[in-house]
């Protein structure tokens, strides 16, 4: 877990960022619907096709730990050809291809870990705590040796707590985390192959293992649980898309904006923690629905510019509350819903949602920015970020509403 979200934490929070940030101050100079295209669609094309490729294969020919093993390799690479580009065509293509190989690691990851556990709600969050840290870990690190120079302690409180002065090509600089995640991601890929051996199910009953994980649409639980996901789904990438942008103007430097951004992880710590014990006290629905409220929370702080700088900072905590309490909280369900033989693709099942709603968030960011940004001027973030949490309560309420813990009646086999 440290590793598998240590490489996405190197670049995920500085990406919107340098895809904006004009050519002459080292960016790419992007526009919003080209920094939604190249973050949207292709995590929605590598989440529609896991399913269908990873978790089939997972679960029906290969171990998972060999399958994670050869799509972090090929992954890597292309991450680093990608760092080397400067067209947006490139940019695109090869984000997609990146993304068809490293979104599958994701939902893997986790039902590698759920088939070493006798008791997942237990044993999972304090597994998954190990993913935020790599997160937080990467980017702080990343920032302290590459984006500044002549560190020093400095009383500040906001993370990571060691300031130097910034490099003039910091933006320049920021692509470079790119190539740092495609080297953890080598790394990664050696370290799966001594991870204990995890087969595919044999002779089960169903072969094509995606087919029989549709079959979980017939449960209310699942299908309000997906419906939420395609809400929630295009809205989460939104915030990494726009948020360092929107940190950035209002004043905080390149060789800040990682550290910022992991206040969502160090919240996220604590939430994961006490992730098994809000379950067992609260229920699935509470807490699901908590997710979905920090959703919205989140959105309406981001939009309140008039607020100093450190509480807009403060509110990024949400995000810890948002993943561990929806994202966290729905795997783990999945998990328990789906029988054994479909449990890899069922995670992946999962993410097709979450996928669609990216390609879905791409056209978003880019239409709600153009109608957001006067001609000539600064994308205005309140009505921009309010429109966004207005999607984040349609979600809550479904989930409040509608949904259902079915899997405390459910008894999962292995064939039927």
Wanted: one cysteine or more; proline letters at 5%.
């Amino acid at each position: 877990m440290f590793l598998q979200w240590g490489m996405f934490g190197l670049w995920a929070p500085l990406a919107g960022a340098f895809i904006l940030a004009a050519t002459k101050e080292g960016g790419l100079g992007f526009t919003q619907f080209q920094l939604g295209w190249i973050m949207g669609i292709s995590g929605s094309i590598g989440a529609l096709a896991a399913p269908f490729v990873a978790g089939q294969i997972a679960d029906r020919y290969f171990s998972t730990e060999r399958l994670m093993a050869a799509l972090l390799v090929l992954g890597g690479v292309l991450w680093w050809i990608m760092s080397e580009q400067t067209a947006y065509g490139a940019w695109l293509v090869l984000s997609v291809a990146a993304s068809l190989a490293l979104a599958p690691t994701m939902a893997l990851s986790n039902s590698l870990a759920f088939a070493q556990m006798s008791n997942p709600t237990k044993q999972f969050p304090v597994v998954r705590v190990w993913g935020t840290i790599g997160w937080i870990v990467a980017g702080w690190v990343f920032s302290w040796v590459w984006l500044q120079h002549d560190l020093h302690l400095h009383p500040e409180w906001m993370p990571p707590f060691l300031v130097g002065t910034k490099y003039p090509d910091a933006t320049t600089r920021m692509v470079d985390s790119l190539k740092g995640g495609a080297m953890i991601a080598f790394v990664y890929a050696a370290y799966c192959l001594t991870l204990p051996n995890t087969p595919p199910t044999r002779g089960a009953a169903e072969k094509l293992a995606f087919r029989k994980a549709f079959r979980l649409f017939r449960r209310r639980s699942f299908l309000v649980l997906m419906v939420a996901a395609l809400l929630i789904g295009c809205i989460h990438n939104i915030f990494f898309m726009q948020t360092p942008p929107l940190l950035k103007q209002l004043g905080l430097g390149e060789h800040n904006l990682g550290p910022a951004m992991s206040v969502g992880q160090i919240t996220e710590i604590v939430m994961v923690v006490f992730l098994g014990w809000m379950l067992k006290r609260l229920g699935m629905r509470t807490v699901l629905t908590i997710g979905a409220v920090a959703y919205v929370l989140r959105f309406l702080f981001l939009g309140s510019t008039w607020l100093p700088l450190w509480a807009i900072i403060a509110s990024l905590g949400f995000h810890g509350i948002c993943f561990a309490c929806y994202y966290a909280a729905a795997f783990i369900y999945v998990d328990r819903l789906a029988d054994k033989d479909i449990r890899h693709t069922a995670q992946t099942l999962f993410g097709i949602l979450i996928g669609i709603g990216p390609v879905i968030g791409g056209w978003l960011n880019g239409f709600l920015a153009g109608l957001c940004t006067p001609a000539g001027g600064k994308l205005n973030y309140m009505i921009f970020w309010y429109t966004i949490a207005a999607i984040g309560v349609v979600a809550t309420v479904v989930l409040a509403v509608l949904f259902r813990d079915e899997a405390e009646k459910h008894e999962p086999t292995a064939g039927s």
